[in-house]
T-cell receptor, first 112, second 120 residues
Framework: SQQGEEDPQALSIQEGENATMNCSYK?????LQWYRQNSGRGLVHLIL?????REKHSGRLRVTLDTSKKSSSLLITASRAADTASYFC????????????FGTGTRLKVLA | GAVVSQHPSRVICKSGTSVKIECRSL??????MFWYRQFPKQSLMLMAT?????????EQGVEKDKFLINHASLTLSTLTVTSAHPEDSSFYIC????????????????FGPGTRLTVL
C-alpha cells in the first residue's frame, strides 16, 4: 500500500529558483530515500537520510527529516532545466521486511 | 557502486502469452529483491518481495499465480507475467537490497532500469 504522500503533486518554476518538495509518511521508518525519475526512465537515487539524521546535503540537494512529524523535504537550489523530472520519496520501514514504500511523487518542471 | 540490471528493457507481446523479466545484482549479492509496477504518471507500487531460496511475499491485491517470482540465486530474481493481458501493460522495476554493515548499519535499495511491457 502507498504510505507516502507528497506535495505538491506538480511544481513549475523558473530556472535558477529553488524547488521544495515535501513527503509525509505514516509509520516508523529506518531511513528515507529520495529518487528522481525522468519520463519513461528508471529511478536515479539522490540521497538517503537515516532516521537518526535531521539534515543532509549533496551538491544542490538538501534533505531534511522530521521523524516527530513523519515528514521529509527535498530542496533543490538554483534549479536547472535538466532537473525537470518526477521526484519520489521512499520509506524503509522498521518491521524487518526491508520494504520500501513510495510516495505519490512530485512532477517538477523547470522552465528555461 | 551497486548495480542492478534488468532484461529485457522493453517487450511487446500478444495477449495470452507469458513474459519473463530478469533482475540481476551485478556486483553484490542480494538475499532480498523487490518488484514494483508503475503505471503512466503514477508512483511505484510494490508488488512483491522476492527472497532467495524461499517463496515470494506478495502485497495485498497482487495475484501470485499471475505474477510468478523466482529468486533462485543471490544475484537473480525473475518475474513472469503469465497469460498477459493489455491491462498488464506497465513499467516493471526491480530493486535489490544491500545491507550496509558496520556501526551505523542500514539497508539501501538499488533499482534496475525497468522493463516496459506492452501487451497487444
Amino acid at each position: 500500500s502507498q504510505q507516502g504522500e507528497e506535495d505538491p503533486q506538480a511544481l513549475s518554476i523558473q530556472e535558477g529558483e529553488n524547488a521544495t518538495m515535501n513527503c509525509s509518511y505514516k509509520t516508523s521508518i529506518n531511513n528515507l530515500q529520495w529518487y528522481r525519475q525522468n519520463s519513461g526512465r528508471g529511478l536515479v537515487h539522490l540521497i538517503l537520510i537515516r532516521s537518526n539524521e535531521r539534515e543532509k546535503h549533496s551538491g544542490r540537494l538538501r534533505v531534511t527529516l522530521d521523524t516527530s512529524k513523519k515528514s521529509s523535504s527535498l530542496l533543490i537550489t538554483a534549479s536547472r532545466a535538466a532537473d525537470t523530472a518526477s521526484y519520489f520519496c521512499a520509506t524503509g520501514d522498521t518491521s524487518g521486511t526491508y520494504k520500501y514504500i513510495f510516495g505519490t511523487g512530485t512532477r517538477l518542471k523547470v522552465l528555461a | 557502486g551497486a548495480v542492478v540490471s534488468q532484461h529485457p528493457s522493453r517487450v511487446i507481446c500478444k495477449s495470452g502469452t507469458s513474459v519473463k523479466i530478469e533482475c540481476r545484482s551485478l556486483d553484490f549479492q542480494a538475499t532480498t529483491m523487490f518488484w514494483y509496477r508503475q503505471f503512466p504518471k503514477q508512483s511505484l507500487m510494490l508488488m512483491a518481495t522476492s527472497n532467495e531460496g524461499s517463496k515470494a511475499t506478495y502485497e495485498q491485491g497482487v495475484e501470485k499465480d499471475k505474477f510468478l517470482i523466482n529468486h533462485a540465486s543471490l544475484t537473480l530474481s525473475t518475474l513472469t507475467v503469465t497469460s498477459a493481458h493489455p491491462e498488464d501493460s506497465s513499467f516493471y522495476i526491480c530493486s535489490a537490497r544491500l545491507w550496509r554493515g558496520g556501526l551505523r548499519a542500514y539497508n539501501e535499495q538499488f533499482f534496475g532500469p525497468g522493463t516496459r511491457l506492452t501487451v497487444l
